[in-house]
């Protein structure tokens, strides 16, 4: 899965360096990165979840992944003052604390699609360096990035790490949250019906979910209700990548030659007389062409080189 994991995300990078220009160095720390001196110091085991697995939502074909979005109407995303952000979770600058999940730290608090380039591994310790809304900005080994507060908090610790498994999202427009138990959605990318996420803890009867993040050629996670998820099945799913060998045809059914390593959406089904049976797909960028059906791997995080070798995807 590591190796497919990179060609999916070489290829979700060079989608965006078409659409957004992102940095594509996966080292690279946070702009606003403070002096080495300040560093913390970073202790604790290594979590049993993998620190890179993968996680944004691809869009609509009249709305094409890649494009910039805006936070969704009606989303405060006014800053707290500090005294609020300390009295609502009791987190303080300049002190150390062991974050108790996994996540994929941001540039910029309120902006999903952005990243710094590391995840936090459950139990390790980060300093906390500046609080905004429910957002804190950690650092550690000269890296800094923002992520919900909630994880440094007493209440986190009831998340369950387990190994990482796929869930179906059954029906369009499930609501995603920054944390378990949290007042509202968050996000203005909507998750569409036949997305695939990868759950990657629990929270009672919540689930942390990963998913393909277009915009900056990463993975996005954030938390779903378990009710909004459905087991994961081969034959509902509409997000893949295409299966390795296979090739991309243009609308006359003739081989061109692209070969696209970044998950894929499946917009419709059809049939080519003389050529067979095709799946219409886009991607980030605007991409857009067809596949054969028997090329469509369905499992957005994971090639497989053996046709129809799905049945051990969550085993």
Not at 8 to 19: E, N, R
Request: net charge negative.
């Amino acid at each position: 899965m590591g190796m497919m994991r990179t060609k999916v995300l070489a290829g979700l990078a060079l989608a965006a360096i078409l659409t957004a220009g992102c940095d594509q160095d996966g080292d690279k720390t946070s702009k606003d990165a403070v002096p080495t001196s300040g560093q913390a110091s970073v202790s604790g085991q290594e979590g049993s979840l993998p620190s890179n697995s993968p996680t944004e939502p691809l869009g609509s074909a009249s709305n094409p992944p890649g494009a910039l979005h805006t936070p969704a109407e009606g989303l405060d995303t006014t800053p707290l003052p500090e005294s609020k952000q300390a009295e609502a979770f009791g987190i303080r600058i300049g002190e150390a604390y062991p974050v108790k999940g996994s996540f994929g730290v941001k540039e910029e608090p309120e902006n999903i699609v952005t990243a710094s380039g590391f995840r936090t591994k459950p139990d390790e310790t980060y300093t906390v360096i500046e609080l905004k809304g429910p957002y804190a900005r950690i650092e550690a080994d000269g890296k800094s990035g923002w992520l919900p507060t909630w994880y440094l908090t007493k209440e986190a610790e009831k998340i369950r790490n387990g190994k990482p498994k796929l869930m179906l999202v059954p029906a369009a427009g499930p609501p995603l949250y920054l944390y378990p138990e949290s007042s509202a959605s968050t996000d203005p990318l909507p998750l569409e019906g036949g997305r695939v996420v990868q759950v990657t803890a629990e929270f009672g009867d919540w689930m942390q979910v990963e998913f393909c993040l277009f915009e900056a050629a990463d993975y996005g996670d954030r938390w779903m209700k378990k009710a909004d998820l459905s087991p994961y099945r081969a034959e509902d799913v509409k997000e893949g990548l295409l299966r390795a060998g296979g090739s991309m045809y243009d609308d006359k059914g003739n081989a061109t030659q692209e070969q696209p390593a970044y998950p894929l959406m499946i917009s419709e089904a059809l049939s080519i007389e003389g050529k067979g049976d095709f799946y219409r797909v886009y991607g980030p960028a605007g991409f857009t062409g067809l596949i054969r059906q028997a090329d469509f791997f369905p499992n957005p995080f994971q090639q497989s080189d053996i046709a129809g070798n799905v049945d051990s995807i969550n085993r």
